[in-house]
């Protein structure tokens, strides 16, 4: 199983999520979370990547578990997740009316979204695990909540740690910045690593 490519992991989650394997479509989220919010990437400043996110899930699930479910192709639920993804963005766009700010025309011509993911950096890993444990209780529990489960809700997560909504977002903006700023102490500049 070693020799199966991250694309051919996904569509076989994605696979057994079409037959209702609940865990499976979770596994699936968790290898296309991060392509996908890459791809959203150029949206950040007009609407909400999450609730784009979590719309994209939805539909998924819905697509997936629908009886006339069917994609061909070579990482086929992942290049139609970047599709739905970028619709959702769009009508996101046009419900808050932010569509007369932006060029949706430019938009149109970006490349689609890839999957091609690099080898991690264990000494990256560290630092980060490093800036983690030194973060202040509140802000490291909030921020614990939505690496281990940011498939949830925020309003779930929140009641979870037993936060208030509002306090659980504040918590989580400090503890982005108290982490940034300890990997900035460290030489590691976000800005580089980040795509």
Known sequence: MGDVSPAEKIEAAFTRAMLGDMDAFAEWMSMVEHPLRR????????VDV???????????WLFATGQAAV???ESASLRFAFKVARNVAFEELRRTRLDKFIGLEGLDQLPQGSFNPKMPDPALRQAI???FDRLPKQPAMALRARVHHGNLPDRDLAQGVRMK????????VRARKL???CLERRGI???EILP
């Open 39 to 46: 791809s959203l990437a150029r949206f950040a400043r007009a």
């Open 71 to 73: 994609l061909q192709g």
């Open 165 to 172: 909504l509002n306090t659980f977002l504040q918590n989580i």
């Open 50 to 60: 999450e609730v784009v996110l979590q719309e994209t899930f939805t539909r998924m």
């Open 189 to 191: 500049r976000l800005a």
């Open 129 to 131: 695990n490093e800036c």
């Open 179 to 181: 982490v940034a700023e």
